[in-house]
């Protein structure tokens, strides 16, 4: 049967995909709202999906399900600590190591390389060159570059370092500056 007018078929839905309406990824077409990952249904587009077989992710998702297992990889790379993958059929080898402050100012080469990749300064969990930022000298994930006291997410022009913890300008100043008439 001719298909009159009509686009190729979506790779999710199966139904007619009109150009409008097309995103195309390894060679097959899809819905713009159909263009989801398989386990967490994020929209995904050409820089964040990853491709298995016939099935699209998004990195994170992909990362768990088919990324290094082992020690120093969690359970996959991209895996949060509370998120150890059950719903992709992993099987979790221990209970995850609750978030782990920064303690020591000057961690060795050794241990920070220890498990395949740099350790990250706020949660040391191992950080890779697509997700690291290095501040204070130290590596650190992009998600976990933030202000020790409020959260404030940082830049290199806007942290400031004490004690091998960082610290946006202002928390800096209310904790470790000057005190006294006219210092606040």
Same mark, same amino acid.
Request: positive net charge.
């Given at each position: 049967?001719?298909?009159?007018?009509?686009?190729?078929?979506?790779?999710?839905?199966?139904?007619?995909?009109?150009?409008?309406?097309?995103?195309?990824?390894?060679?097959?077409?899809?819905?713009?709202?159909?263009?989801?990952?398989?386990?967490?249904?994020?929209?995904?587009?050409?820089?964040?999906?990853?491709?298995?077989?016939?099935?699209?992710?998004?990195?994170?998702?992909?990362?768990?399900?088919?990324?290094?297992?082992?020690?120093?990889?969690?359970?996959?790379?991209?895996?949060? &600590?509370?998120? %150890?993958?059950?719903?992709? @059929?992993?099987?979790? *080898? =221990? $209970?995850?190591?609750?978030?782990?402050?920064?303690?020591?100012?000057?961690?060795?080469?050794?241990?920070?390389?220890?498990?395949?990749?740099?350790?990250?300064?706020?949660?040391?969990?191992?950080?890779?060159?697509?997700?690291?930022?290095?501040?204070?000298?130290?590596?650190?994930?992009? &998600?976990?570059? %933030?202000?020790?006291?409020? @959260?404030?997410?940082? *830049? =290199? $022009?806007?942290?400031?370092?004490?004690?091998?913890?960082?610290?946006?300008?202002?928390?800096?100043?209310?904790?470790?500056?000057?005190?006294?008439?006219?210092?606040?």
């Amino acid at each position: 049967m001719p298909n009159w007018g009509g686009g190729n078929k979506c790779g999710a839905c199966g139904r007619t995909v009109y150009h409008a309406e097309e995103v195309q990824c390894d060679g097959r077409s899809f819905h713009r709202c159909c263009f989801l990952c398989m386990v967490c249904r994020k929209n995904l587009d050409s820089t964040t999906v990853a491709i298995h077989d016939a099935e699209v992710y998004c990195k994170s998702c992909y990362g768990k399900k088919y990324g290094p297992k082992g020690y120093g990889y969690g359970q996959g790379a991209g895996t949060l &600590n509370m998120d %150890r993958g059950e719903r992709l @059929g992993i099987k979790p *080898e =221990s $209970t995850p190591s609750p978030h782990r402050p920064t303690t020591n100012p000057n961690p060795s080469k050794f241990a920070q390389k220890f498990g395949g990749a740099e350790k990250c300064s706020r949660c040391g969990d191992s950080v890779y060159a697509a997700e690291k930022v290095i501040g204070a000298g130290k590596p650190w994930h992009k &998600n976990c570059f %933030r202000c020790a006291k409020c @959260g404030k997410s940082l *830049e =290199s $022009t806007t942290l400031t370092e004490k004690e091998g913890e960082i610290y946006c300008k202002g928390c800096y100043a209310k904790n470790f500056g000057p005190k006294g008439f006219g210092y606040g």
